[in-house]
């Protein structure tokens, strides 16, 4: 019975539990229901998963209504490993979250913030899960709109402003993606993508449908923070509290990648999106730009937590560069990366959040002797470190694997070599956390102070993941692999 | 699954166990882990193991053939001399770092595919490393983090190769890959990085007397040696190696002359050493590659013995510099001893482990008729008499008396040096049982009497070079000062060679690197003003001006996709 509602029971259940954590009135069983709502998310995306990889895509049409009328969820590969994605990290970091939200944020805004982060993972589980152009928009709304509140809950001043110009920017992209959306549908009458993709052929030739691509392919841009459209990211991120700047920037971020794939891919075509668009030459020089000047902003950053988020837009860099590559390798790159990503910045923010967990500041200065202050802290940030410079035997090798070996199918040998040198970039500025860390000696009061086992454990299972997907790829790599060539086959 | 477990596996996982052991039980445990691990390799019959498939490749992480092994034993023999010989050592981090960095040079030893090689390779730079850093201070900590870009520098090097040749040619097996090509050339320069090349060689004699007493002993067996096995296994009988080989046997000399500090001596004799295998590589042919591993095998125990030596004084006096030595005979009298057994093997005396292997690689050049090689590698010859030879047990155990007087090596130390001692005699008195395990069938006999008269001939021959020298040198007063005035013209001669380079190349060299140091700074300023935290790309903007951006990239993509149209 449950069986057959599994898509919407994915997107419903955090959505009616985040009211139900603000009835409560008390943290700890605000807590509770986000625990339960979480881990009720990851159980649907397994068996989602599962079941689209036996059997195909599975269309559901909400309440009994077929798609011209109704709202249809529509689940395949792609979106599935991205619910599955979502899932995880919420999960992780809500069994992170009752310490670091005591430190963080005031008593009183405890069970909002619980409510908030539930109606940010139903709206972020919405967007990958609908098969309906519109209620995608406003399935971002409700995931922005939550996520604002949880970023102004920071408690830098500076959160209020970071938030605000986030508000402002994020509105914008959503707004860009409505009124594509909406010169799609004056074209083609229909807002269900598996029609708009059937209907746009017909009339891809016409301005209104350039313009609604153009539209889209800003909105999208700002959304995943595609440089030069990414300066609302690091100061959202940086003062934001630890815990959701490790949930935004494991799960927003990409799901936002995850509808560019979905847009241009799906939508508007491979071939019409690639061929007659170009949006290949339109991307790449941006991920290029944004895999090495982030980078660089990123070694000179003195708050580690800035310098993360600089690594962020470096990384998506990568994501939107393994699109613009336009082969079957590239794309697997991409969701491959966009998973293994989310597995070492979540380690890295959380590792990061048990340093200020103690220590009530990300500044560099702070970490001198950390490695014999909190060995634990430090060693996780050191693997997930080295998981994103892309060392081997960690999850970050096997995207930049893919990644090279799709830019040399291009025989596109200075991007290959631009990667690499990335990586060394990304050696450097995770070596000016690590060297303070381990060679400079403590400071004369300090005493060993381990972060508690609540912080340390989901943490370490984020870090464990970095290893285990180094390891064994038939998760990412096979199940990327067919959602890629899914993509790459979809019907136009 | 125990049947075909990877022994370098016994050495990684066994190693991070012993931080758990303390006192007798750590040690025995220590002890028994190469012991363990070399049973476990002499139990395995020939043949490939451990397959694990990722992506398309199936990666082949265990091989065990003629090559690899005699590689792997020697390897798990020196592993064990430099635990024996550390043993006194409380610091639990380089116990570690040693034992993993062993399993590290063990594991790309038996490494069958060019992945498994990559990941066992960085290993190795990555936790020799600490070898280094252990000394725990500034100056080891700045030279271990040159060693370290630079050996993790060659895995990314030999990683671009190993995509290139993956992409090229669908394989990444490691077997002979040969040098043609951009992407074995990369691999060939990655090996040539950790192998020292000429030019590629600086980090040796930077990183190696700068890591701690028992830390050079272990750095020295490895990580060359490892990068000999590579180019023996990749690149055999590519000829270019042979001029590489033959200026690596050469140019230390005249830097090992001068330097003072016995350690770094010693690091520009090993380069001196290793110019002879791969000399041997470039000939490829069955005599050379067995006369290069046989050298290796050797040279591993003599060149550990030596470090050993030299550990066992900077660990009771607490120097090394050659000036402040001598006369310590009198306080250690078995380690004077071993390092002598030492020195006979590296300067190839009949009767010592060096002379049975090198006249293997000396006969193979001589067979394939390239004289020009053969005589630099003559000269060479003579020339590690001069710096390994006599320098170093002469310039510490006697020359004049320094006055120090110290307590003999500890106990675990002497029996490091003097198992690896008996190693280095009983190879020279009876090589057959080495030679029998050489990749290659060998029918070579080194004591006849050419060989013998022959070498005996070079030796007394350099060694009458230096009574000359004596003589012309200053008229000896007493003895003490004899010593001093000849160590004066000794190092003048090396100086005035020096003072004729310096001239001749310094002031372009010197204008090079300031030009070079200016633009460096100039791009870092740039850097900094466009990327540091006030700068264009990551200060903090005004939402306007963001929004601006976003109008500015509407218009822009507009225009291109309505040009897209016409």
Redesign the interface.
């Known amino acids: 019975m449950i069986d057959a509602h599994l898509p919407v029971l994915q997107v419903a259940v955090p959505l009616i539990l985040a009211p139900a954590c603000v009835l409560f009135r008390n943290g700890r069983a605000a807590w509770l229901v986000a625990l339960l709502g979480s881990a009720w998310t990851l159980v649907c995306a397994g068996l989602l998963l599962a079941h689209v990889v036996q059997s195909g895509p599975w269309d559901y049409a909400i309440g009994g209504w077929p798609p011209p009328w109704g709202i249809a969820l529509r689940i395949d590969t792609v979106n599935s490993f991205v619910l599955l994605l979502v899932a995880t990290i919420a999960t992780v970091v809500i069994a992170y979250a009752p310490r670091s939200v005591a430190a963080e944020i005031d008593a009183p805004q405890h069970t909002l913030f619980y409510s908030a982060y539930l109606l940010c993972l139903a709206g972020l589980s919405g967007i990958a899960a609908t098969g309906d152009a519109f209620n995608l928009f406003v399935f971002l709304e409700i995931s922005s709109l939550s996520s604002y509140a949880m970023i102004a809950m920071g408690q830098d001043r500076r959160a209020l402003t970071a938030s ?2 986030y508000l ?2 994020g509105t ?1 992209g959503a707004t ?1 993606i409505l009124i594509g959306v909406g010169l799609l549908y004056m074209m083609t009458g229909t807002l269900n993508m598996a029609d708009l993709a059937a209907r746009i052929p017909a009339v891809g ?1 016409t ?1 209104t449908v ?2 609604a ?3 889209l ?2 909105g999208i ?2 959304k995943i923070a595609l440089l ?2 990414h ?2 990211l ?2 959202a991120y940086a003062y934001a509290p630890s815990i959701v700047t490790a949930f935004l920037a494991a799960t927003a971020t990409k799901v936002a990648v995850y509808v560019l794939l979905r847009f241009f891919f799906t939508v508007f075509g491979a071939s019409f999106s690639f061929t ?3 949006l290949d030459i ?1 991307l790449l020089p941006f991920s290029l730009v944004a895999i090495v ?2 980078s ?2 990123a ?4 708050n580690v937590k800035r310098m993360l988020a ?1 690594s962020s837009v470096a990384q998506i860099g990568y994501m939107t560069l393994g699109i613009s590559l336009f082969n079957l390798t590239g794309l697997t790159a991409t969701i491959v990366h966009l998973f293994n990503h989310a597995l070492m910045k979540g380690a890295l923010f959380l590792a990061l959040g048990c340093v200020v967990y103690r220590l009530s500041s990300a500044n560099i200065a702070q970490f001198a002797g950390l490695g014999r202050r909190m060995p634990w802290t430090m060693a996780a940030f050191v693997a997930g470190g080295l998981s994103l410079i892309g ?3 960690t999850a970050g090798f096997i995207s930049k ?2 990644l ?2 799709a830019a ?2 291009n025989g596109w040998w200075p991007v ?2 631009l990667i ?1 040198a990335a ?2 970039l990304a ?1 450097i500025y995770i070596w000016r956390v690590v060297e303070p860390a381990y ?1 400079k000696p403590m400071p004369a009061q300090a005493v060993r102070s381990e972060a508690p086992l609540s912080l340390l454990l989901p943490t370490w299972a984020l870090v464990a993941a970095n290893v285990y997907f180094g390891l064994d ?1 038939s998760l990412t ?1 096979d199940i990327a692999g067919l959602a890629a060539s899914d993509l790459m086959g979809a019907p136009r | 699954m125990f049947a075909t477990l990877n022994p370098a596996l016994i050495l990684i996982v066994g190693a991070l166990l012993v931080p758990l052991l303390r006192g007798r039980a750590r040690s025995l445990y220590m002890l028994a882990l190469p012991l363990a691990g070399l049973v476990q390799l002499v139990l395995l019959p020939s043949g490939e193991y451990g397959h694990w498939q ?2 398309e490749y199936t990666l082949t992480t265990l091989r065990i053939d003629g090559l690899s092994f005699v590689f792997g034993l020697i390897f798990f023999v020196a592993a064990f001399l430099g635990v024996l010989y550390a043993l006194h050592v409380e610091d639990t981090l380089q116990h570690v770092a040693a034992l993993v960095y062993a399993g590290a040079a063990l594991g790309a030893t038996f490494a069958g595919d060019l ?1 498994t090689l ?2 066992f390779w ?1 290993l190795t730079a990555v936790s020799s490393v600490f070898l280094i850093w252990a000394r725990r201070t500034e100056r080891a ?1 700045r030279s271990g983090v040159r060693y370290l870009i630079i050996q ?1 520098g060659s895995g ?1 090097i030999l ?2 190769g190993i ?2 040749h993956a ?1 090229e040619t669908g394989s990444i097996a490691f077997d002979n890959i040969g040098l043609s090509g951009l992407a074995s050339t990369l691999i060939f320069i990655a090996f040539g990085i950790k192998c020292a090349f000429p030019l590629l060689h600086n980090w040796l004699q930077d990183a190696y007397p700068e890591a701690t007493v028992t830390g050079t002993v272990v750095l020295s067996a490895f990580t060359t040696k490892l990068a000999v096995y590579a180019l023996a296994r990749g690149f055999p009988g590519t000829e270019l190696l042979l001029y590489i080989g033959a200026t690596m046997t050469a140019f230390p000399i005249f830097f090992a002359v001068i330097e003072n500090d016995m350690r770094r001596v010693l690091s520009y004799s090993l380069n001196n050493q290793l110019g002879f295998m791969v000399a041997g590589i470039g000939v490829g042919t069955e005599l050379a590659i067995n006369g290069t591993v046989a050298h290796a095998f050797c040279h591993i125990l003599y060149k550990a013995l030596l470090f050993m030596s030299m550990g066992a004084v900077l660990y009771r006096v607490g120097t090394i510099k050659a000036s402040q030595l001598g006369g310590l005979y009198k306080s250690m009298p078995l380690t004077a001893g071993f390092c002598i057994v030492g020195s006979m093997s590296i300067s190839a005396f009949p009767l010592f482990s060096g002379f049975i292997s090198k006249s293997l690689i000396l006969g193979a050049v001589a067979a394939e008729q390239y004289w020009g090689v053969w005589l630099v590698l003559l000269f060479a010859s003579a020339g590690v008499l001069d710096h390994s030879g006599i320098k170093i047990p002469f310039f510490t155990f006697f020359a004049h008396d320094s006055g120090k007087r110290c307590a003999e090596a500890p106990t675990n130390m002497l029996w490091a040096m003097g198992l690896t001692a008996f190693a280095c005699i009983a190879i020279g008195v009876y090589p057959e049982p080495l030679y029998a395990i050489l990749p290659y069938a060998v029918d070579y006999i080194p004591y006849t009497t050419t060989h013998v008269i022959t070498q005996l001939q070079l030796l007394l021959f350099s060694a009458m070079a230096f009574a000359i020298l004596y003589r012309r040198g200053v008229y000896p007063p007493e003895i003490p000062a004899l010593n001093l005035d000849f160590d004066w013209v000794y190092r003048r001669l090396g100086r005035r060679l020096m003072a004729v380079s310096r001239t001749a190349i310094g002031g372009t060299d010197r204008a090079i690197r300031q030009a070079l140091h200016r633009q460096g700074l100039r791009l870092l300023t740039g ?2 003003r ?4 006030h ?1 264009i ?2 200060r ?2 005004p ?1 306007g001006s ?2 601006l ?2 109008a500015v ?2 218009g822009a ?2 225009i ?3 040009a ?2 016409r």
């Open positions: 605000f110009q402002v920017m914008i860009f030739e301005t350039r313009a691509f153009a539209f392919t800003v841009s700002l030069p459209l300066l609302w690091p100061n007659s668009m170009n339109v000047a982030a660089l902003v070694i000179f950053q003195s600089y060392v081997p035997l694997w893919l090279i070996l040399l199918e290959a070599v690499v990586s060394l050696v060679f790829t790599a | 990722v992506f992945i990559f990941i960085e900590y993790v990314v990683l671009a995509i290139l992409h850097l900094f466009h990327h540091g935290p700068g790309l990551a903090t903007w939402t963001m929004v951006w976003v990239l509407l993509y507009l291109f996709y309505y897209g149209a």
